[in-house]
């Protein structure tokens, strides 16, 4: 093939300029996104239901859509709470399920229950779980006078969301901290019954006064005519003048026996920008948009809104893109630095600056034309595809100089410039295809890892697969050729090695003798190095994800007593004032309105997020809060973390690490505080870490009201009576709404502020006799301490303890011991946590492992026909391990997700070297006389000898080129750096302390293993 190419360079240029021309075509039309759009496996139902205790809401609403949903196909679990006024259910289905049509499914079965649910509450929300709905930026919204609120709240709902929506690229557009306004009435009780006008007459003359004809039409002649009735309620003056009639027929109008006026709804939550009240607009992309231009479409929205709208200060926060740019950063500058240190290296070690421009050529080709494969394999440029190409670009150079370094060496042994091409090519083109093989051999079982973690892997191993294949096409096709134009025209001698490395050259035979002349005691303590690996896994610290210098906190607060989301914010307020530490900060405070919203919300909680100048004032500020609040408010549930961008919250698994789930026999009851005490007191028997309530254990101090049945009976009133009277007695009621242009305006009847118990006895129900008597009479009112929360399963409710973190043994002592302890209380068990689905990801991991091992092991022998040089190769990967893992100890750092994918970077550079020269040494040894067998061990090593000084230039070039590449990420600052460093780390300490090694761990082991040949 190359012989046939090499001679139609036109033909193969012309191909290349083709290539290149689409491969642009498609970067113009590649999405570019934080992360690749992944079908997370689980929906989120979310009801709401006003002012209803958390019994009534499991009772009435969450059992019932539990029992219809537990049908559904490929469902892994259903988990519910409910709290007071709202309701949650998180499906979580197996991987692979069509989401599409659960989603569908979903639906229907609601539909289906509609009927059957409360009919003052609102459908359910059915929400889909999507890497794509994570906000790429928050735009803050604050009125400079708070009068505007309401008219700020309109001009976001109204006005900005559908100008942001225009922007190309976005999807949904979401705001918290919205308000509304209603009308309301306010009946004066006293001129009421002085005109003898029952309050319920308002109710009947607003909803007769409000109400449509339906359908209705006139013919006159051939004509049809629809009849419409004007609506007499347009505006607030009319509302006023509507006529109530007394009992003597006199015409009232409704202003004289009530007030009228336009009042805020009521609030139940709020949104803080500092310490000032406003409105944060969520924005949303498209799956298909590129991130990097339309955050940039935003800002420019953003600046004509301050141009159009001066009443309000917009601020843009949180731009998850930040993340996305540092990792484009990072590759332009591994491409940068790469293609300067490879032009250096190469001019260093060969003396000539043809082959430095040939490599510079080559480089950009190859990624240029992967995005071309991106765009036939469907991929995005993100974060993900974005590391797989950083991973391919190391063994990119590698083959590179690999190929150019042998065509070289063809020349210097007196081959003609083509034929030196052709037979350089050919020469490395099986090992090279080896190599390629072996490294996707370690990635693509990843693939098949269950979960989100297998998906994320098909992104990067994609990735790699296409940068590598492009990589060894360019190897083999182009630059064979751009050596032969550059080359064709020198005359001169080919000057192979420069001075430099003529000098690493007497260096390594020195080195290189003295172990050869040892070789035993040499291979012995090589291979002893071998279990320090297993060794240095075991005992270095182990984390998900980099330990990145985050500034940003997010505070999460329940105060665990029954206030108000007002309250909330004056506490906030308070707190942020008292605050010396400087912030960037906002607070999301009671009920969220975002559309996408899975929280459990609850009007006493808050979420505070701060952003703060230094890591070190970070550090200060949580110390700071923690203090406070525990100081001020005691009995508050406080958590303070790192506030999570895109990546964590993808990462990052929901629920606690093990949870025991006590469950009673009767589904309806629940365990009381005692209970729960006795509980604790035999699960600290057993383990000192003490578990945290979970939320089914939490209680709270609750209103409740006991209506005497025998003073009702006695009066002549009915029970339905009383409980109507008192539903509208305490907070008002709806009366009717006003509808115009899509506008939807409620229609209230209120009731003055005043104390509970002022409140039940100005409230009066209607006896026997027609008489009114004060509702106080009939209710008595007490306080009890109830559950705040109400926690199921697909088997019923139950109540849990949870550890965020236990070991092993402790966990086996609950699974073995507490069954028994809860069987003697007459309780059930069950156990669950992220403990389970981590234990099975490592099954899973060790399989897939092994697969891969075997993979390699498959690929090599086919490779060298031997089915024992394969383990050569393999015995070399825990030396670089081993290298890695010395240099993140000794730099501080941790075996992570970066750190992992260093190591994978390094080995393929490592076992590409070692399939190389087992490679070249079966070629030399191919050409030794065995019939003698003294002659055959010296000629023997000779070719291990001379394979390691032909070996040399290409490991050494490609180990500095690449750790140069990558070295000015150790002394870089910023998110980008941060995730960039243990990956780094885990590259320079395998290319050094693991080339090293197996430089001469691979000829020693040959020459053991084939030594006894005759």
């Known amino acids: ?41 689980s929906v989120v139902i979310k009801a709401d239901y006003p002012n209803t205790p958390s019994r009534i809401i499991e009772n009435s609403v969450l059992r019932p859509i539990r029992s219809e949903l537990n049908s559904l196909n490929n469902l892994k679990s259903i988990e519910s709470t409910a709290g007071s006024e709202t309701g949650l259910i998180r499906l979580e289905f197996n991987y692979g399920t069509r989401m599409d049509l659960a989603y569908i499914e979903i639906n229907e079965k609601i539909d289906r229950l509609q009927e059957t649910l409360p009919r003052g509450m609102d459908r359910p929300k059915i929400i889909r779980i999507n890497t794509s709905d994570i906000p790429i930026i928050r735009l803050q919204l604050i009125p400079k006078s708070p009068s505007d609120f309401i008219e700020v709240s309109k001009l976001a709902e109204r006005v900005l969301k559908k100008r942001i929506e225009q922007l190309s690229g976005v999807s949904i557009v979401d705001i918290n901290g919205f308000r509304d306004e209603f009308i309301a009435i306010l009946p004066d009780r006293a001129k009421l019954q002085a005109l003898t006008i029952p309050e ?9 006064a409000n109400q449509e004809l339906g359908q209705l039409s006139i013919k006159d002649g051939q004509y049809r005519y629809f009849v419409r009735m004007a609506n007499r309620l ?9 006529p109530l009639i007394n009992s003597k027929g006199d015409i009232v109008p409704l202003h004289r026996v009530a007030t009228v006026a336009y009042q805020p709804e009521k609030v139940l939550g709020y949104h803080l920008f500092g310490k000032e009240e406003g409105l944060v607009i969520t924005i949303h992309k498209q799956n298909s948009a590129k991130m990097t231009e339309l955050v940039p479409l935003v800002y420019e929205a953003v600046e004509q809104f301050k141009k159009d709208y001066p009443k309000v200060s917009f601020h843009m926060t949180q731009d998850q893109s930040n993340l996305l740019n540092a990792g484009i950063n990072n590759l332009k500058t591994s491409l940068v630095y790469g293609g300067i240190f490879a032009f250096a290296v190469l001019f260093l070690f060969m003396g000539n600056v043809r082959m430095p421009i040939i490599m510079g050529i080559t480089l950009p080709v190859s990624l240029i034309i992967s995005f071309l494969l991106f765009r036939a394999a469907g991929l995005s440029i993100n974060i993900i595809s974005l590391s797989g190409l950083a991973l391919g670009l190391g063994m990119l150079i590698d083959n590179a100089i690999i190929v150019i370094d042998n065509i070289t060496r063809k020349r210097k042994e007196g081959h003609s410039l083509i034929d030196a091409c052709i037979t350089g090519v050919n020469e490395v083109m099986a090992p090279l295809i080896s190599s390629v093989l072996t490294t996707l051999a370690v990635f693509i079982p990843l693939v098949f890892l269950n979960g989100l973690s297998g998906a994320l892997f098909y992104d990067q191993a994609v990735s790699v697969a296409i940068i590598l294949g492009t990589s060894l096409m360019v190897a083999f096709v182009l ?52 279990p320090g690996c297993y060794w240095m896994v075991n005992f270095i610290d182990k984390k998900g994800l980099p330990e990145i210098e985050k500034t940003e906190t997010l505070l999460q607060l329940s105060w665990n007593e029954p206030i108000d989301a007002a309250t909330s914010m004056q506490r906030i307020k308070a707190l942020l004032e008292e605050m010396n530490i400087e912030a960037i900060t906002e607070s999301d405070i009671g009920l969220k309105q975002f559309i996408l919203s899975v929280d459990e919300g609850s009007i006493e909680q808050a979420d505070i997020y701060f952003n703060f100048p230094s890591a070190e004032e970070k550090r200060q500020g949580e110390s700071w809060l923690l203090n406070y ?42 365990l009381d505080h005692s209970a729960y005490t006795e509980l604790e007191n035999e699960v600290n028997k057993l383990v000192e870490t003490a578990p945290l309530q979970g939320k089914g254990f939490i209680y709270e101090d609750a209103l409740e009201a006991t209506i005497n049945s025998q003073k009702l009976s006695a009066y002549g009133i009915s029970e339905n009576e009383v409980k109507n009277v008192l539903s509208k007695a305490l907070d008002g009621y709806l009366v009717t709404e006003i509808r115009r242009f899509g506008e939807v305006i409620p229609v209230r009847v209120q009731r003055p502020k005043a104390d509970l118990r002022s409140q039940l006895s100005q409230a009066t129900v209607r006896g026997k006799m027609n008489q009114e008597y004060p509702l106080s009479e009939f209710v008595q009112l007490s306080f009890t301490s109830t559950e705040k929360n109400i926690t199921a ?8 303890m949870e550890w965020e973190e236990l070991s092993e043994q402790d966990i086996q002592k609950l699974m073995n011991q507490l069954p028994e302890k809860a069987a003697e209380s007459g309780l059930m068990l069950d156990f669950d946590g992220t403990y389970f689905e981590d234990l099975e990801n490592l099954r899973q991991l060790v399989f897939v492992l092994l697969i891969s091992v075997a993979l390699l092991y498959f690929i090599l022998a086919a490779q060298f026909e031997s089915l024992v040089q394969p383990m050569i190769v393999i015995f070399t990967l825990p030396l670089g391990i081993l290298g890695a893992l010395l240099i993140l100890q000794f730099s501080g750092g941790n075996l992570n997700v970066m750190s992992a994918i260093g190591i994978i970077v390094m080995l393929g550079i490592m076992v590409n070297d070692a399939i190389l020269k087992i490679d070249t040494i079966n070629r030399l040894v191919r050409q030794i006389d065995k019939t003698h067998k003294s002659a055959y061990k010296e000629q023997l090593a000779m070719a291990i000898a001379k394979t390691g000084e032909i070996r040399l230039k290409p490991i050494l070039m490609t180990s500095i080129t690449t750790i140069l590449a990558l070295l000015p990420v150790v002394f870089s600052s910023g998110i980008g750096a941060d995730l960039q460093r243990p990956l780094v780390f885990a590259v320079i300490g395998g290319l050094t302390i693991g080339t090293f090694t197996a430089l001469f761990f691979v000829p020693l082991a040959y020459w053991f293993i084939s030594k006894k040949k005759a």
């Not at 190359?2 to 036109?10: G, Q, S, W």
């Not at 033909?11 to 642009?24: E, K, N, R, Y």
């Not at 399963?793 to 849990?800: A, H, K, L, V, W």
């Open 629 to 670: 609040l525990q100081t001020r408010h005691p009995q508050a549930s406080i958590t303070i973390q790192d506030a999570p961008n895109a990546f964590d919250q993808i990462f990052n698994k929901e629920g606690f690490y093990f949870t025991a789930k006590w469950k009673t026999l009767q589904n309806d009851e629940l």
């Open 479 to 530: 630059l064979p050729l751009l050596y032969r134009m550059f080359f064709q025209h020198h005359k001169g001698t080919i000057k192979e090695d420069s001075f430099i490395f003529r000098g690493i050259l007497k260096v390594y035979k020195l080195i290189y003798r003295a172990l050869w002349r040892f070789r035993i005691v040499s291979f012995l303590l090589l291979l002893l190095l071998i």
């Open 234 to 242: 347009g505006n607030l003056e009319e509302i006023k003048n509507l």
């Open 1 to 41: 093939m190359v012989k046939f190419l090499i001679n139609r360079p036109i033909a193969v240029f012309l191909s290349f300029i083709g290539i290149l021309f689409f491969s642009v075509l498609a970067i113009r039309q590649l999405p570019v996104s934080l992360l690749p759009n992944i079908e997370v496996p």
């Open 793 to 800: 399963d697909r088997t019923g409710i139950y109540q849990s």
């Open 200 to 208: 319920e007459q308002i109710g009947q003359v607003l909803q007769s």
